[in-house]
Each structure stands twice: as C-alpha cells, then as structure tokens.
C-alpha cells in the first residue's frame, strides 16, 4: 500500500473526496514528522511508535575496494512496532492450512 491507496481507502470507507482525504493523510504525516523533528516521540495506539535516534560515526568498509571508510554521525527516525501489530502479524491464521495442488 501506498499514499494513495491509503487516500482512496480513506475516501471510500468514509465517503469523503479525494481532496479531503488527501488533506487527512497529509495532515497526519506533517503531525508525525513534526513532532519527530522536535525531538518528540510519536505514538499511535496499536500501531507502533517513530522516534529520532542519533547512530555515532564509525568506519566502514568500501564493497567493491575493500578499502576502510569514516561513516558519519547522523539522525534518523526508527520505527517500533506496537505489541498489537506484532501479534496480529505473527497470528497463525486458521483454516485447512497447506498449498493449493495444482489442477
């Protein structure tokens, strides 16, 4: 899924336009993304949590010379699951279970 199968889901569950759907999706992203750039951690129940991290620098090593690299410090945003979305995502879903043969 992506922005706008999110936007038309959206619109479509909740009889909204496009426009105003588009402006929800957007709306709830520039909220995340600001609370994040002010150091803040963005929590959704039953979803998951985004917050900034800061990775120290370090050395790395060039793939193709082998030759050693200085990586940088720098920020980045890490996302953490919530205990919910975790089990919803490893649930074993019931039924007859297997592969279908092949006809």
């Known amino acids: 899924m992506n922005k706008n199968d999110l936007i038309l889901s959206l619109a479509e569950e909740f009889e909204l336009t496009k426009t105003s759907s588009r402006e929800i999706v957007d709306h709830l992203i ?4 600001d609370a994040i750039n002010n150091g803040e951690e963005a929590a959704i129940a039953g979803f998951g949590k985004f917050k900034l ?3 120290a620098a370090r050395r790395g090593r060039n793939p193709v010379t082998g030759d ?3 990586i940088a410090a720098r920020k980045t945003v890490k996302f953490e699951p919530a205990k919910a ?5 490893n649930a074993k879903k019931r039924g007859r279970g297997g592969k279908k043969k092949a006809a």
């Open 53 to 55: 991290v800061e990775r």
């Open 68 to 70: 050693s690299i200085k």
């Open 30 to 33: 520039g909220q995340i993304t």
């Open 85 to 89: 979305m975790k089990e919803m995502v």
